[in-house]
C-alpha cells in the first residue's frame, strides 16, 4: 500500500490489452478451449445429479454463460494461458469451485470476477504462492457481494495503483473516471458490511489507525508530478482531475474509521476486478 514499493505501474494509453477479431487458439497438449467450457458443463453434472428439472435448466444456464465467459477470456488472452494447466488437477478443482458458485448463484456469484481469476490461474506468468492465493480467491468471491469487491477494488486502486508517464494532471482524469465507474458501488459500506469481509479473509482493519491518502498520492503515487505543497496539489486535482478528488475525499472519509489493509486474497479479488474496467493489472507485482 502507500507506504510501500508494491504499486502497479500503468504505463498511460498502455491500460487495455485486449484480443480484436477472431483468434484462433491452438495446442498440441492439454484441453482445447471447446473442451474446458464442456469441462464447467460436466463439474455441473457431476455436482448436481439430482436437482429438479427447473432448478438443473437454471443451474444450466447459469454455469453456460459462465463457460461462455471463460471461453472468451482464454480467447482474449491467448498470448498469455497455457492451455495445458488445464488439465492440472488444481487446475481443474478451481474451475469446480467457480462452476458450482455460479451454477448456484449466477449473477450474484461475481462469474466476472470468477473468470478472471480462473484465466491469471493458467496463466504463463505463475509462481506457487499466486497460485495458492488465486485458488482461495475462487472460494471467497462467491461469499462477498458486488459493493463488498468494489470496496476492496477501492483500496487496492487507492494504495497501490499508479498510472505513469502522464504529461500533466489533467490526463489523469480518464483513468480516475474508470476507477470511479469500477468502485463506486463500494462507497459508504456499512460496518458490519466491512466486518464480514474482514471476517471473510480479504483485508483487516485497524481501527485506531488511518491514512494520509493525498499526501500518499503527491510524495509516492504521482511524486514524479513534481508537487511539492499539498494545498496546492488539492487545489489542481480539483481544477483538472475531478474524478480524481472525488476517489481521495471519499477514500479520507473512509480513513476515518480505521485504516484497511487488504490480505494477499483480497488484493487478487481487487485486482480481477479492477481488471476489466482497467485492462490488465499483473498480480506478480503484489503476489510473490
Known amino acids: 500500500m502507500i507506504g510501500d514499493k508494491q504499486n502497479q505501474k500503468v504505463e498511460a494509453e498502455g491500460t487495455a ?22 469441462l464447467c458443463l460436466l ?116 494504495t497501490h495503483v499508479g498510472v505513469q508517464g502522464l504529461p500533466h494532471l489533467s490526463h489523469l482524469e480518464p483513468y480516475s473516471q474508470r476507477a470511479l465507474a469500477a468502485v463506486s458501488m463500494g462507497f459508504n459500506l456499512s460496518d458490519s458490511q466491512k466486518r464480514h469481509i474482514q471476517y471473510a479473509g480479504t483485508c483487516s482493519i485497524a481501527s485506531m489507525m488511518s491514512v494520509d491518502i493525498y499526501n500518499g498520492w503527491m510524495t509516492q503515487l504521482y511524486k514524479y508530478f513534481g508537487y511539492t505543497d499539498l494545498e496546492k496539489f488539492k487545489t489542481d486535482l480539483a481544477a483538472f482531475s475531478p474524478s480524481s478528488k472525488i476517489l481521495l475525499d471519499t477514500f479520507d472519509k473512509d480513513a476515518k474509521g480505521g485504516q484497511v489493509t487488504l490480505t494477499s486474497v483480497g488484493q487478487a479479488i481487487a485486482i480481477a476486478n479492477l481488471s476489466t474496467t482497467l485492462g490488465k493489472l499483473d498480480y506478480s507485482i503484489w503476489l510473490k
Open 43 to 158: 463439474f455441473l453434472r457431476d455436482n448436481f445429479p439430482s436437482l429438479r428439472d427447473e432448478a438443473i435448466r437454471a443451474a444450466e444456464g447459469n454455469v453456460q454463460q459462465f463457460a461462455a465467459s471463460l471461453e472468451q477470456k482464454i480467447v482474449e488472452k491467448s498470448g498469455e494461458i497455457v492451455l495445458e494447466k488445464f488439465t492440472d488437477p488444481d487446475v481443474q478443482a478451481a474451475i469446480n469451485d467457480a462452476v458450482q458458485a455460479s451454477a448456484r448463484k449466477g449473477e450474484k456469484a461475481n462469474p466476472s470476477v470468477l473468470v478472471d481469476l480462473i484465466a491469471e490461474r493458467a496463466s504463463a506468468s505463475a509462481n506457487d504462492f499466486k497460485d495458492i492465493v488465486i485458488s482461495e480467491a475462487v472460494t471467497v468471491v462467491p461469499k462477498i457481494t458486488k459493493a463488498q469487491i468494489a470496496y476492496l477494488s477501492f483500496i487496492h486502486y487507492m
Open 17 to 38: 490489452i485486449q484480443a480484436g477479431g477472431n483468434v484462433t487458439v491452438t495446442q498440441n497438449m492439454g484441453l482445447s478451449v471447446a473442451e474446458v467450457k464442456e
